[in-house]
Nanobody, 125 residues
Framework: QVQLVESGGGLVQAGGSLRLSCAASGRSFSPYAMSWFRQGPGKAREFVAAITWSDGRTWYADSVKGRFTISRDNAKNTVPLHMNSLKPEDTAVYYC??????????????????WGQGTQVTVSS
């Protein structure tokens, strides 16, 4: 069983930065991909960024491209998300997700088998 725990959320002013982290635990943890999704107030959960575990290929939502950076630390089983130039519309609960096997569409929620509990990010204007 895989467990994911997010940390690093908080309150920040527009234009500021935050670093989220996702810590994964579980026997022989080696997913195909790890991702971050977010769910804003009254909105559906949406894709933010993804990274493949073996070779570090990355994908980003257009809304965060150039501002957010996803990475992974295979030794520590962590997936940081560096968020810069934050905007009020980035306010959301951010979730970490893991896809244990090969998936064709990293942006699709249903392809992820494991989810964390989420961490709140609030950006004030």
């Amino acid at each position: 069983q895989v467990q994911l725990v997010e940390s690093g959320g908080g309150l920040v002013q527009a234009g500021g930065s935050l670093r989220l982290s996702c810590a994964a635990s579980g026997r022989s943890f080696s997913p195909y991909a790890m991702s971050w999704f977010r769910q804003g107030p009254g909105k559906a959960r949406e894709f933010v960024a993804a990274i493949t575990w073996s070779d570090g290929r990355t994908w980003y939502a257009d809304s965060v491209k150039g501002r957010f950076t996803i990475s992974r630390d295979n030794a520590k089983n962590t997936v940081p998300l560096h968020m810069n130039s934050l905007k009020p519309e980035d306010t959301a609960v951010y979730y970490c997700a893991a896809a244990p096997t090969l998936i064709t569409l990293v942006t699709m929620r249903s392809n992820y088998a494991y989810w964390g509990q989420g961490t709140q990010v609030t950006v004030s204007s």
